[in-house]
């Protein structure tokens, strides 16, 4: 991100921001509530327009006006608020959206040996067929971070992963950030 600006009605929220982020890093933004940090990675993940400056995706310059312009560039991002449907399985919000199929009729088989492949990756014991809603909050965010891999996300930005979780539940979010950063993930972690 080069000379990242983003105005609001009296309020300017980023002035000439950069930000260079490298395969398998793990970059943390870190500041006040009002700082800019949650609004930048809005730009980053395309749910925010900037004002002024460039994005470069693997040295090709990107332009995210749109959520799914982002996640086509290889950027995820796991809101604070978890965006899952509890009454649905881990391998359907993963999926979520973007099902498998054959000939127009949902491939339940592919998604739910697709969805235990990425759990696998994560080394996540969860089963695929697992209701979300009987999940703790650390397994859901693991189906969240499942989500963005199977976008093939090459930036993962986690907004304030850690504030509902346990110590254990936490040092378990760290390990799967190593597992993510050693395959070449970036990670930004608010």
């Not at 749109?66 to 509890?86: C, F, K, M, S, Y």
């Not at 110590?167 to 597992?179: G, K």
Request: hydrophobic residues 45%.
């Amino acid at each position: 991100m080069h000379g990242i600006r983003k105005a609001f009605p009296g309020v300017v929220a980023l002035d000439g921001v950069e930000l260079v982020v490298q395969p398998g890093e793990v970059h943390v933004l870190l500041g006040e509530n009002g700082a800019g940090k949650s609004t930048l990675m809005k730009i980053l993940s395309g749910s925010v327009p900037r004002d002024e400056g460039e994005i470069e995706v693997c040295g090709r310059r990107v332009d995210l006006a749109t959520p799914r312009a982002a996640r086509n560039a290889g950027i995820a991002i796991i809101h604070q608020e978890l965006a899952l449907v509890p009454q649905m399985t881990v391998a359907e919000n993963i999926f979520l959206g973007r099902a498998p199929s054959r000939f127009g009729v949902l491939a339940w088989g592919r998604m739910v040996r697709d969805s235990a492949a990425l759990l696998t990756q994560l080394a996540a014991d969860l089963e695929p067929e697992a209701l979300v809603e009987s999940l703790s909050v650390a397994q859901q965010q693991l189906v969240e971070i499942a989500r963005a891999l199977s976008l093939q996300a090459r930036i993962l930005i986690m907004d304030e992963p850690t504030s509902a979780l346990t110590t254990r539940e936490t040092d378990r979010l760290f390990e799967t950030i190593a597992t993510l950063t050693a395959s070449g993930t970036a990670i930004i972690y608010i």
